[in-house]
Structures are given as C-alpha cells and as structure tokens.
C-alpha cells in the first residue's frame, strides 16, 4: 500500500529539510511517494528540490496558497492514501504505519491525525522534550499501536492528515475558495463525515510541529473572512463543533455504566461524541435549534431540531442521568423556566451539568468603568447574551428552583500586574477582600443536584422495602454530607414509623458498614431501649462498644439477651479473648 504524502513549500527551507530528512529516516520509502508542490519560494528551496531525486515537484510561478497547492499535489499522487503534512513538521518513528493502520480498521474510516506538540482542536499533547533527540525518544514511548487510544472527532487539524485516496474521489479536494489558507481542514472534515465517513484521532502516533511558519499567527483578518465563508457554506459556526471537557469532567460515573444523557444546546456534537468515546455504555441524546449543526450530532445520537424553550420534551420521567446546560442558559429568554421543566426527567440522583460566564470578571468591571461596554461584543462572554449572571445569582436561582449545588469550579483567565492591582483594589474598595476570586473566574462550572428527597419519604421507602437499596444510599449519602442529622431521622421515626426498632436498626447496620460509627452508634442505642431482646441490634451495639473499648458494656448486652445464636457466643468469645491478650 502506498501513501502519496503531499508538503507545500513557501521558505523556510531549515524547516523543509528536517522534515524530509525525518520523513526518509523514520518511513519505508517503499511505502510512500513525496510530492512536494513550491509556492514560488525565494530562499534557496527551489535549488535544494531540484537536487532531490527522490522527490515529485511542482514549481508554481506564484503562490497560489494553501489549498490550491495541495490540490497539485493531490492530482498528480498515485497512491491508495494522500496524506497532508506541514513542511514544519518532524515526524516519528512508526508514525505512518501506525496512521495506516488505524485508517484501515474498518471502512468505515475516512481519515486519521496523530498527536502533537502543537495543534489547536485538543490535538496536543503536553510535552517536556528540550531537543529532537530528546522529542525522538519521547515518541517512541508513545507510537506504540492500541486503539484503545483511538477517539472519533469531529475534525482533524490539517498539519498532518491522511485520507484514503477513495474517500477524497468521493467528498472532492480542499476547497479553494479558502484560499490562502485556514479552514480548509475545518471543511475537507466537514465534507467526511456527511459523506457517512469517521474521522479518527490517533492518540497512539506522536510527531512534533513547530507550528505557525506559514501563516502570520496575527492575520486576524483571514481568520475572520474564512470563518464567515465557513458558516455561509454551511450554515454553521465552525467553533460548533467545541468539545466542553471542563463540563464532562464532572461526570462521576464508571466509564461502563449505562448512561443516558441529554445535551442541551447540542451544536455540532462534539461534546457528545467525546461522551460516546469514554462511556461506551451510554445512550445519548441532544437538543439544538439549528438543524445544520444538529444534522452533524445526529450520526451518534437522538437529536431534536427544536427551541428547548417552545418545544414539547415527550422524554420518560426520570430518565437522564446527566443533562447538560453548557454555555446554554445565558442565551434563554427565560432560563428559570427551562430549568423547572426539565426537573421531571432527571433521575433521583441525576445531574445537571452547568457552565455559566461570569458577567463578574474584572474585563467586564474595567470595561465599564472605562465607559467602553459594548453590548455587541461584551468581553469575557462570547456572543451576546440574554441573561448575566453572578455566583450569587446562581446560587439564589437554583436554590429557589430546588437544585442543590455543592461545589463550583471556575476557568480563569491570564492577567497582568496592573489587573492583579486593579482587582485588588476593587475588592477592598467593596469591603470584601473575598470577591477578589470571583473578579478573576471567566466562567462557573458546577453540577445541580435536585435536593434531597424529604427524610420521611426515604423512611418508609426503607420501611416498606419499596426501592429499599436505592433509598438507603441516598439516606447515606445525606448523612455522610451532613445533610441530615442524626436527631432528624430519630424524631421522623418517633413521629411517623410504626416499625421503629427494625427500621433504626436497618439504618444503623448500613452506616455501621458505611463506617459512619457515631450514627450507627446512637441509632442502636435507641433501637436497643425500644427492643433490648432484639439480637441483631445487641450483636451491632455490642461490635461497636467493643471497637471503642468499652468491652465490658458490650459483654453486659450479650450476656443479657435470653436467646443467643452462634454469631452471639462467636463475639463474645471474640471479645473475651481481646481481653485477655490485652492484660
């Protein structure tokens, strides 16, 4: 099989040449033909070229940029696969048969990349390396082949892309009109996937890429008209496809579980596809008003083309595990609304994941006081937004709302010297020294819970054995959080419990397992005055008297009870003997 590997040159021939150089020593040249297209260079790459003879060239007369040189070199490649490199790329060694293999997995693959130093759309990798020889030695603990550490995305950045040559007779080249370069990639993806292909990062192939030679890293201006062409092609933002994995870090399940969860505000699906590679297990679901993004999302999971705000949710009660609200709600007329409707279709223990901007953050504050606020384009908000929110705002809304938010994380943003100054003033000038963490948070991440199920709802669930399992973790886990006092369960079960003795008792075991020992301890007191016979309850007391060394009050229990089964002698006998030995 024979990969046609296309490089555009523009200068920069001290770049050209490692990467040719790497490319000869760490690929079988039976197994690939370098086509290298020259966009008119003027630094001595074109006399270099002309000395390779084992290079195919194109010299262009002028530089026709990015995209149109590729697609030279794209239509003179004889091989099965094409794949796009960056002439300031280093490659590794198993780097292209490692991409060849994954390409070929199924057939359902329509390109592959690997990890780098240096790539934006979560493509990079942290590295320490300080030299090439110390870079080589770093890939080689990586380019080991496992498709454990293959993930499906959305996109993959074009500094070194391989394709099969069928793939792109099918979806067509770069298109040029991106010309003279940037989101060529975006679209050639784009293009993949609707044509029903995956695209798939490599995170078991690791090359280096300097990164940032071709273009001027300040052309603002060409970002910004390719982007615009992006969307007036496609009818989508390309920044859709965005993978919050500060939003999925707070998912707390086991990576084999069964999940079903919602994204609202779903765009390309990105997020949701990351989900799909961790949690294996999951059924997924997403809402997002625009049908181009949704069209993309809808590959791998159920989407709704909707408005969450107008839309009928015919979804079970009770059925997500996680719903996800990331940078969602700042954009809805009436967040409080969309907030109480989706209650009824989390689980009990189910979880809103949240990601809010902070309208807080010192940019803004400066903004304002400089008299610069731009409602169009607010800083440290994105696009512009319905609704601001503050910490506290957050807090008083969703508590209102019957969620219950235990921890927020936050994501800051650099700052100088004279911003750390102007923070620090602020918050003195308020009185308030702790705002000063709430200046600097560019946007809150949390999860809300709903709040607790009232305490005698989970009694008689455990009284009746109805869900009794369920109902004794989510008492635990309100007793281990201190959510619910031990005089709390005692005065529910004086008021409200018939069978007073065996429900203590259950609940007491359950934190005696759980090691919540002063609980367990007095719940079997007060199970013991009702029933001193009962010799479950003596057998727990007495296990903990004896734990806390107060073996001869645990002994007098045992001794008491008028019928005595083998687990009674056994612990007295167990007790006796810890006193001796310890005399």
């Not at 308020?430 to 200046?439: H, I, R, S, T």
């Amino acid at each position: 099989m024979i990969t046609s590997i296309v490089i555009l040159t523009f200068n920069h021939l001290e770049y050209t040449k490692k990467c040719i150089d790497s490319i000869r020593q760490y690929t079988n040249k039976n197994e690939c033909e370098l086509i290298i297209v020259d966009n008119n260079s003027t630094d001595g790459t074109v006399s270099w070229l002309k000395e390779q003879a084992d290079i195919k060239v194109i010299y262009n007369a002028v530089n026709v940029g990015f995209p149109s040189g590729c697609n030279q070199g794209i239509a003179v490649s004889t091989g099965d696969n094409v794949l796009l490199l960056n002439n300031d790329v280093i490659v590794t060694s198993r780097w292209l048969d490692n991409l060849v293999h994954c390409l070929y997995s199924t057939s359902d693959i329509g390109a592959v990349g690997p990890v780098t130093n240096n790539a934006w759309y979560y493509q990079s990798v942290e590295v320490k390396y300080q030299s090439e020889t110390e870079m080589q030695v770093f890939a080689e603990t990586i380019n080991r082949s496992n498709s454990h550490l293959w993930e499906e995305r959305l996109k993959l950045v074009g500094f070194c892309m391989l394709i099969k040559k069928s793939v792109l007779d099918q979806v067509g080249p770069l298109d040029e009109r991106f010309s003279p370069g940037n989101y060529e990639d975006d679209d050639l993806s784009y293009r993949i996937r609707l044509a029903g292909f995956r695209l798939i990062l490599c995170k078991d192939t690791f090359i280096h890429h300097f990164g940032s030679i071709s273009f001027n890293q300040n052309n603002a201006r060409l970002l910004k008209e390719n982007r615009d062409k992006f969307l007036e092609k496609w009818g989508v933002h390309s920044d859709s496809t965005h993978i919050r994995f500060e939003v999925t870090a707070l998912i707390d399940s086991l990576e084999d579980e069964p999940l079903n969860i919602l994204d609202i505000g779903c765009a390309c699906g990105g997020t949701l596809l990351q989900l799909k590679n961790k949690y294996k297990n999951a059924v997924l679901y997403g809402i997002e008003i625009n049908k181009n993004a949704a069209q993309s999302a809808a590959r791998y999971a159920e989407v709704s083309v909707q408005d969450v705000e107008t839309m009928q949710l015919t979804y079970p009660c009770e059925f997500f595990d996680y719903i996800l609200l990331a940078n969602v709600l700042e954009y809805l007329k009436e967040p409080k609304k969309v907030l109480t409707e989706i209650k009824q279709y989390l689980k009990p223990n189910g979880k809103l994941l949240v990601s809010l901007p902070n309208i807080n953050h010192f940019s803004v504050i400066q903004r304002v006081l400089q008299g610069f606020w731009n409602y169009e384009d607010p800083p440290n908000l994105g696009q512009t937004p319905l609704r601001f929110f503050t910490l506290y705002e957050i807090n008083k809304i969703f508590k209102e709302l019957g969620y219950c938010v235990r921890e927020y994380r936050m994501t800051l943003s650099p700052e100088t010297g004279q911003d750390s100054d102007f923070i620090k003033k602020v918050a003195e000038l308020m009185g308030e020294p702790n705002l000063a963490q709430q200046y600097r948070a560019n946007q809150y991440i949390f999860a809300a819970r709903l709040q607790p199920p009232k305490l005698i709802y989970l009694l008689r669930r455990i009284e009746h054995d109805f869900d009794k399992a369920q109902a004794l973790d989510t008492l635990m886990e309100l007793i281990a959080s201190s959510s619910c006092s031990t005089n709390e369960i005692l005065t529910v079960i004086e008021n409200e419990i018939v069978k007073k003795d065996d429900l203590l008792q259950t609940i007491a075991v359950s934190c005696y397992e759980r090691k919540l020992t002063e609980t367990a301890l007095v719940l079997l007191v007060s199970a013991y005055q009702i029933n001193v016979q009962n010799s479950l309850t003596v057998y727990y007391l007495a296990s903990i008297l004896s734990e806390t060394g107060r073996a001869d009050a645990a002994l007098s229990l045992l001794e008491q009870l008028e019928e005595k089964d083998v687990k009674i002698y056994e612990l007295i006998a167990m007790i006796k003997e810890a006193q001796h030995e310890s005399e």
